[in-house]
């Protein structure tokens, strides 16, 4: 059988198949679906420093090949967090990463450090994304200098594994890649999703109440895949990649292109067991290819042209 591990800083997992934050809930919710021992990892929903109750509806769409939502990090609040879920999420043999946010750099370092301090949690993914919330999320994200201080402060709180999301509305995503990196990430998480809109014919009003959202699913696959290929070239440490993934060959398409481990997220609404639907394609493509471990495959991408440059 392919060694299907992958590493992400000192964390190893066990495959790359980690089902995303904000599709998933708190993990347990999809047990009754899937055995949660066979995921290379969950990553739960954003938590804050306070529970907090998100946007008013409506606040989820279906649009062509995709959805847009504008939840507004909807969350019980780290505390609440600790004590009702994770003595449940610790029965199971998978990594729990918890992915956190705060309208402050202080908030974050304050939920890092919280999550450090109890078993369980095997790494934290850093939210500098969401396009749905007033202060804090994507703010933090467009900004280069922004990113690297935030990660640099929530660096000094923890030291689990840290992922760091990043939102594809950056104008130099890139730049904040090397800058989080600089900055002490063990790891980068792209993409997050595209800010998008709809509007009600009938009224001539926005479908969503806070007129934009973000949108996920198959529509965006080729722009994160684009994303994650250009992210990849650019930093050393580990892209964790995501957008629009749907089965093992949307899987492999972005670890060819330089992940070395992916998030499944709106697919899970559609089939909640994709995940392993996706690891156990992944683990057929391998044995079909004699190949023996899944990092061959890692930016595996021939392209043509450099191809002739080096003959
Ligand atoms: C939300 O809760 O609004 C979505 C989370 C995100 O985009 O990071």
């Known amino acids: 059988m392919a060694d299907l591990t992958t590493k992400i800083g000192k964390l190893t997992l066990k495959n790359p198949v980690?089902?995303?934050?904000?599709?998933?809930?708190?993990g347990l919710e999809y047990s009754h679906y899937l055995d949660l021992n066979e995921l290379g990892g969950i990553v739960v929903k954003g938590l804050s420093l306070h529970p907090r109750n998100g946007n008013p509806p409506p606040r989820i769409m279906e649009t062509t090949g995709g959805m847009l939502n504008s939840?507004?990090?909807q969350n019980i609040g780290v505390e609440a967090f600790i004590t009702e879920k994770l003595p449940d999420l610790r029965r199971y043999d998978v990594a729990v990463i918890a992915n956190i946010f705060g309208n402050t750099i202080e908030e974050y370092a304050q939920v890092a450090r919280r999550l450090s301090a109890v078993e369980g949690i095997a790494g934290i993914e850093v939210n500098i994304s969401c396009?749905?919330?007033?202060?804090?999320?994507?703010?933090?994200?467009?900004?280069?200098g922004q990113a690297e201080?935030?990660?640099?402060?929530v660096r000094?709180?923890?030291?689990l594994p840290l992922l760091v999301k990043l939102t594809p509305?950056?104008?130099?995503?890139?730049?904040v890649?090397?800058?989080?990196?600089?900055?002490?990430?063990?790891?980068?998480?792209?993409?997050?999703?595209?800010?998008?809109?709809a509007i009600d014919v009938e009224t001539a009003t926005p479908f969503l109440s806070t007129i934009t959202g973000g949108l996920s699913g198959p529509a965006i696959k080729p722009l994160a895949l684009r994303l994650v290929w250009e992210v990849a070239r650019k930093v050393t440490i580990p892209v964790v990649g995501m957008g629009g993934i749907a089965s093992a060959r949307d899987a492999l398409e972005f670890i060819i292109a330089g992940a070395h481990a992916v998030q499944v997220g709106t697919a899970n609404f559609i089939n909640p067991s994709i995940c392993i639907d996706i690891i156990n394609g992944i683990?057929?493509?391998?044995?079909?290819k004699d190949i023996q471990n899944l990092n061959h495959v890692v930016g595996s991408l021939r392209i043509k042209g450099n191809e002739a440059a080096s003959d």
Request: no cysteine.
């Open 18 to 26: 980690l089902a995303a934050s904000g599709t998933f809930g708190y």
């Open 177 to 197: 890649a090397r800058r989080v990196q600089d900055a002490g990430a063990d790891a980068i998480s792209l993409v997050n999703t595209f800010v998008g809109m």
């Open 71 to 73: 939840i507004g990090l």
């Open 283 to 288: 683990r057929d493509y391998l044995h079909a």
């Open 149 to 153: 201080m935030l990660t640099a402060r």
């Open 169 to 175: 509305d950056a104008p130099d995503i890139s730049e």
């Open 156 to 159: 000094k709180a923890t030291l």
């Open 131 to 144: 396009p749905n919330i007033k202060a804090g999320g994507i703010m933090f994200g467009r900004d280069p």
